[in-house]
């Protein structure tokens, strides 16, 4: 399966020679494999990493026209308080409690009128997002997803006891259940963004081959994107 390389701000970042050079560094044996670019690709500091993070889910929400945003993975609510003002309405779900109080204490009525938070899995809570797009008045029920409800180790590097959430349920990494939620779902096009792919393959995720297999069963004409410094797998029909 064809994956288009992306950086966000080169110019022009869709050239033969960007191509080749970033299947040096994220391809294996003609597989997308994006430990080396941990490595090899471009070092971001957390505040940069939220900025161009936030900068590339607006974009996506201006190029598809998608009035909603569903986030799986709250945490701190940072990426959900920089997007939020680009749609019409937004949901997050979040499993750990602790940041899912903080989440909502950031995001609460006046600060942002268009948010829901959800605390619990996320496989369990989309279905019950999905009915609420469905009886939304707005027309359009196109959805930006943002899937990053999985286990990356420690949330505070002076608290290495404090991990983000993993699933009793759902184990570290719930992507493929998410997917199949998704999938159910009347809309076809929905564009999926999915987080830390560099962790494919580690215990308790699954591999990409399983990653690109489920996301196909969504629409078999999605085409993948693959921004190189924000580690993020996007699927869609773009034009």
Not at 32 to 40: A, P, R
Request: aromatic fraction near 12%; proline fraction near 5%; include cysteine.
């Amino acid at each position: 399966m064809e994956i288009e390389f992306f950086s966000i701000g080169d110019d022009p970042w869709q050239s033969e020679e960007f191509q080749e050079d970033m299947r040096k560094i994220f391809m294996k044996d003609g597989r997308l494999d994006t430990k080396g670019g941990v490595t090899n690709g471009p070092k971001l500091s957390n505040l940069d990493s939220i900025f161009r993070k936030a900068f590339l889910i607006s974009s996506m929400a201006e190029v598809s026209k998608s009035p909603f945003f569903i986030e799986t993975g709250t945490y701190l609510a940072e990426t959900l308080m920089a997007v939020s003002p680009c749609f019409l309405y937004n949901w997050s779900v979040e499993g750990d409690e602790t940041c899912y109080a903080w989440a909502c204490s950031r995001t609460q009525w006046p600060v942002r009128k268009n948010v829901k938070i959800l605390l619990g899995d996320s496989p369990d809570e989309l279905p019950k997002i999905l009915s609420e797009v469905d009886n939304h008045p707005h027309p359009n029920k196109k959805c930006i997803f943002f899937l990053d409800a999985h286990y990356s180790g420690a949330i505070d590097s002076q608290n290495p006891e404090w991990k983000t959430y993993s699933s009793k349920k759902y184990s570290h990494c719930p992507l493929l259940e998410e997917i199949d939620k998704i999938k159910k779902h009347q809309v076809k096009d929905h564009i999926i963004m999915i987080d830390d792919v560099r962790m494919l393959s580690k215990p308790g995720w699954p591999s990409i081959e399983q990653l690109l297999e489920a996301l196909r069963g969504v629409n078999t004409k999605y085409q993948f994107k693959y921004c190189v410094e924000l580690d993020i797998l996007i699927a869609g029909v773009f034009k």
